[in-house]
């Protein structure tokens, strides 16, 4: 396990959930308690750290109770992939880290409480509605890059393997050798062609790039805005309201190359 991407995910739940102040509780275990640290550390609310007794772990009991669910969903995950495939998952693979992820966000998602709610419904207040494929589907994914909008002739599909989706923003995540994508758009592929060994053998992208830091994590669309009104996107220059297009185009374009235009 990757620590700075441990920190940068529990980041990104606790943001995600829209908590504020809060008290991350955890057992004496050095290496969890120094996550605890470094989160603390990059929050800009208030957090407090509590260690419960030693050997205590009655004190944690919902915490643990939760452990063991995803131990069990992990295991079930991998013994899915290994039975689809006809192979051993092997621990060091990336397709093996992508299976903690998914067994946490399928547990937040449709694991009923005690309440009768899924925790999903708990935060949110109402349920989840979002497409899931199977771990490890071979599917289409729809490339959201704006440069495919210049070259119409090129299918914007690609195959991927489809590795979970993002918490934030409930895109698919999709791996392809030693690389990860992300996208709103994905088609299934028939029965007979969604497990496709060799592309599933080649993942070898984990959750985590080579700075050890989340790759999927959901980021804010940029754009260009000009005094005028309107914004350069993609590449695509829009005019914003019933100003006159001919001198929005003007203003635009100084902005942009520096010319009259």
């Given at each position: 396990?990757?620590?700075?991407?441990?920190?940068?995910?529990?980041?990104?739940?606790?943001?995600?959930?829209?908590?504020?102040?809060?008290?991350?509780?955890?057992?004496?275990?050095?290496?969890?308690?120094?996550?605890?640290?470094?989160?603390?550390?990059?929050?800009?609310?208030?957090?407090?750290?509590?260690?419960?007794?030693?050997?205590?772990?009655?004190?944690?009991?919902?915490?643990?109770?939760?452990?063991?669910?995803?131990?069990?969903?992990?295991?079930?995950?991998?013994?899915?992939?290994?039975?689809?495939?006809?192979?051993?998952?092997?621990?060091?693979?990336?397709?093996?880290?992508?299976?903690?992820?998914?067994?946490?966000?399928?547990?937040?998602?449709?694991?009923?409480?005690?309440?009768?709610?899924?925790g999903y419904e708990q935060i949110k207040s109402q349920r989840y509605r979002g497409e899931?494929?199977?771990?490890?589907?071979?599917?289409?994914?729809?490339?959201?890059?704006?440069?495919?909008?210049?070259?119409?002739?090129?299918?914007?599909?690609?195959?991927?393997?489809?590795?979970?989706?993002?918490?934030?923003?409930?895109?698919?995540?999709?791996?392809?050798?030693?690389e990860t994508e992300k996208c709103r758009t994905v088609r299934r592929r028939p029965e007979?062609?969604?497990?496709?060994?060799?592309?599933?053998?080649?993942?070898?992208?984990?959750?985590?790039?080579?700075?050890?830091?989340?790759?999927?994590?959901?980021?804010?669309?940029?754009?260009?805005?000009?005094?005028?009104?309107?914004?350069?996107?993609?590449?695509?220059?829009?005019?914003?309201?019933?100003?006159?297009?001919?001198?929005?185009?003007?203003?635009?374009?100084?902005?942009?190359?520096?010319?009259?235009?």
């Amino acid at each position: 396990t990757k620590g700075l991407y441990v920190v940068e995910f529990i980041l990104h739940i606790i943001g995600e959930w829209g908590y504020g102040d809060l008290v991350l509780t955890s057992d004496q275990e050095p290496a969890i308690h120094s996550v605890c640290e470094a989160v603390r550390d990059r929050r800009s609310h208030r957090t407090l750290l509590r260690k419960i007794a030693r050997y205590s772990h009655a004190s944690l009991g919902h915490a643990e109770n939760m452990n063991w669910h995803l131990e069990a969903t992990v295991r079930t995950l991998v013994a899915h992939l290994e039975a689809t495939y006809g192979r051993k998952i092997l621990t060091a693979e990336g397709a093996r880290a992508w299976t903690i992820r998914p067994a946490a966000w399928l547990s937040t998602r449709f694991r009923v409480q005690d309440d009768g709610r899924t925790g999903y419904e708990q935060i949110k207040s109402q349920r989840y509605r979002g497409e899931v494929l199977e771990l490890g589907e071979v599917c289409r994914m729809r490339d959201p890059r704006p440069e495919y909008d210049y070259n119409k002739a090129d299918s914007r599909w690609r195959l991927v393997v489809w590795m979970g989706k993002v918490e934030t923003s409930d895109e698919h995540i999709g791996a392809s050798g030693s690389e990860t994508e992300k996208c709103r758009t994905v088609r299934r592929r028939p029965e007979a062609e969604r497990w496709v060994r060799a592309l599933f053998d080649a993942v070898t992208a984990c959750p985590w790039g080579a700075t050890e830091k989340m790759t999927d994590a959901a980021v804010a669309t940029t754009g260009t805005y000009f005094p005028g009104g309107g914004v350069l996107n993609g590449g695509y220059l829009t005019a914003r309201g019933d100003e006159d297009v001919k001198s929005f185009w003007k203003t635009a374009s100084r902005e942009v190359f520096g010319r009259q235009g």
